[in-house]
């Protein structure tokens, strides 16, 4: 038996009345259904963290059973809002319905938790639950946001610098606008030139008068089937679209949320929802907004610097068809085998987007290997892969070893496993992990990668097509370190090349990516635009300088980058090196070259420790310093010494 939503609210209120009602109520439902059972647990729990791993369990076994939720976190928002936090950080989101996200959005105040950054949202139609679902998939990226919400018209006024939107400073810009709410369609069904310029001009001013980053979402055609929309409508839209990607296509603070692919992927039946349309002025259904503001809040997650990295695989079920155990391996032109096919041939595409690829399995290494040797009709090759884990131990422990090799931390990493059990004990030992529900039939593997927003790349540079050949480099350094006698043997056989030269326009939008990108060394923590190395230099006194590094086993490409400003003081305002990197003593080459340049001259670096900047926090300390005459910099009174092992610098003169 399963109670309706209704009735387990009707127990769980009755319950709140008296221990004897609770008492009774317990012995009325016991055996029945087991939402009701927990909620009277809840009632009678002491220790409320107890209860949240079976809440967990339960929503993991029936993820559309979770209405009655919302007076659940209505509850514990009174009782402990601290452990609510903890629950909502590692809960799964299929148990985050309409009903909790009201609650917790109506009642944020008390979880006590100050916004990181600010966001706004350009939207004609209703926005409620656009914002309230954005805020809360930010909240559990560990990214508290304050919501900024545009009123029906105001979009209208983004060219006056008095919008309400430019007198804060906001981090992120949302837009999400169709034809129909910047003009009626019949002025612009025949001629939507109109349009764009009215839209592209309310882009470029908020562009001047914000430094935030602007997502776009690409104009949604009508929510009808195409034989009630008159004319050529469907490729005004495609075409307003092409337009406007032409236009923005490679700004670098501008990103596209294509949500027509979107609609596609999560289907119009589901998207839309015409009842909401009516009594709250959105069409699309709470899934899709709840699929939109993810998608949004992953933008904003990657350009604050957290990003996935690494893909990796199981192989049996997953990769390819059948088991090596059984010694067939189902890949080829028929089915099942051609849709592991087309799946690696996605994957393939993804790795080529940036991503890493590696693999932890459960089978011998030697069999792995010879099966890619030996299948040569699969696109994925050993050479794809930056890491192989296959022997027989748990796939969590493995798991570490890959971010151990790779040097990634575990929130780097998605886990794809076709096995349920091996998906729950990567949940439970490591939720850092991302692991999604990979679907029970292989012929929706495709679609399914597609829909997560963690695999989308917003901004691809060119770091991000090599990403795996500079990883496999790595390893072999790291070969190479086991091997040597000691750390600084180590470095010398390296032949580490380095090289700082004054960074030119083609460097801009890849500095601006790895400001985006770099955690652990960074000096500021600031997020830096193409825009702002554009307009800087016309200060002579400002230099920016782009570093570069190559060694015997590859070139590392562009890896970090300086900011000086000379007068009678040299400062240092901006500086950032990549994890790529780390270890090789280049920071102390950095300044001490600099430092040469301007002899006699006090050399200021500017400094503000963040949640995430441990190694840059760590250099500092191991320098001497003292508080300079600014808010923010220090004095280096001894400069460190160039390590004997970086060879060849090219630098240009102060």
């Excluded at 009678?44 to 963290?49: F, I, L, N, R, S």
């Excluded at 963040?610 to 009174?637: C, M, S, V, W, Y």
Aim: proline share 5%; hydrophobic share 40%; glycine share 4%.
């Amino acid at each position: 038996m399963v109670f309706s939503t209704q009735t387990r609210l009707k127990f769980f209120y009755e319950a709140q009345k008296s221990p004897e009602l609770l008492k009774s109520i317990r012995l009325e439902v016991q055996g029945k259904d087991p939402a009701t059972e927990l909620l009277l647990d809840l009632l009678q729990e002491e220790d409320y963290a107890n209860i949240f791993p079976r809440f967990q369990s339960y929503l993991a076994q029936s993820p559309a059973d979770g209405d009655w939720l919302g007076e659940v976190v209505s509850y514990l928002l009174k009782k402990e809002p601290s452990l609510l936090k903890t629950w909502l950080a590692t809960s799964p989101e299929t148990g985050l319905s309409e009903s909790v996200l009201l609650q917790l959005f109506k009642h944020q105040s008390r979880l006590e938790i100050l916004p990181k950054i600010r966001v706004g949202l350009i939207r004609k139609q209703s926005t409620v639950f656009l914002q309230q679902s954005l805020w809360l998939h930010l909240l559990r990226y560990q990214l508290p946001a304050q919501i900024l919400t545009s009123s029906l018209d105001s979009f209208r006024s983004l060219k006056d610098p008095q919008h309400p939107f430019y007198q804060e400073p906001l981090n992120f810009l949302w837009i999400t606008l169709g034809p129909e709410d910047i003009l009626p369609l019949s002025e612009w069904e025949h001629d939507s030139k109109r349009v764009l310029e009215l839209f592209i001009s309310w882009v470029e001013s908020a562009l001047k008068w914000t430094s935030a980053d602007l997502l776009i979402s690409t104009f949604l055609p009508p929510l009808l089937p195409k034989h009630f929309v008159k004319g050529n409508l469907f490729q005004q839209y495609q075409s307003l679209n092409y337009e406007l990607f032409q236009y923005f296509g490679n700004h670098s603070r501008i990103s596209f949320l294509d949500t027509e692919q979107l609609l596609r992927v999560q289907g119009e039946k589901i998207a839309l929802d015409r009842f909401r349309s009516v009594y709250a002025l959105a069409p699309e259904s709470f899934s899709f907004a709840w699929t939109l503001s993810r998608w949004s809040a992953e933008w904003i997650r990657q350009n604050s610097g957290q990003i996935r990295k690494c893909l990796v695989l199981d192989l049996d079920g997953t990769l390819w068809g059948g088991s090596l155990d059984e010694d067939q391996i189902r890949i080829g032109p028929e089915y099942p085998g051609n849709s592991y096919y087309h799946f690696q041939q996605s994957l393939k595409t993804l790795s080529r987007a940036g991503f890493l690829l590696a693999i932890n399995s459960k089978n011998d290494r030697t069999q792995v290997l010879n099966a890619f040797q030996n299948t040569p009709e699969m696109p994925l090759k050993i050479e794809d892969f930056a890491c192989i884990e296959a022997d027989w131990q748990e796939k969590p422990e493995k798991m570490r070893t890959l971010q151990h090799k790779l040097g990634l931390s575990l929130d780097s990493f998605i886990f794809l496993e076709n096995d349920p059990r091996e998906r729950f004990l990567m949940r439970q030992c490591l939720p850092q992990v991302l692991t999604p529900e990979l679907p029970i039939e292989e012929y929706k593997y495709i679609e399914f990668i597609y829909s997560i927003p963690e695999l989308a790349r917003f901004k691809l540079t060119e770091d991000d097509q090599h990403r795996t050949q500079s990883y496999l480099q790595e390893t072999r350094r790291k070969e190479l370190a086991l091997s040597s006698e000691t750390h600084e043997s180590f470095l010398t056989s390296l032949g580490l090349i380095v090289s700082l030269e004054l960074a030119e326009n083609r460097d801009f939008e890849r500095l601006a990516q790895l400001s985006k990108r770099v955690n652990q060394f960074h000096f500021t923590g600031h997020r830096l635009a193409g825009e702002y190395f554009l307009q800087q230099p016309q200060n002579p006194q400002v230099q920016f300088w782009s570093v570069e590094a190559k060694d015997h086993f590859g070139d590392y490409g562009c890896v970090g980058f300086l900011q000086t400003r000379k007068t009678e003081i040299l400062r240092v305002e901006e500086f950032f090196l990549s994890c790529r990197i780390l270890g090789r003593g280049v920071e102390k080459a950095l300044l001490n070259w600099i430092s040469k340049q301007t002899l006699g001259v006090p050399l200021w670096v500017f400094f503000q420790k963040t949640e995430r900047n441990h190694q840059a926090f760590d250099f500092i300390q191991q320098l001497k310093t003292q508080p300079a005459g600014e808010a923010g910099f220090l004095e280096i009174l001894e400069i460190p010494a160039c390590p004997s092992w970086i060879q060849n610098p090219s630098i240009r003169s102060f």
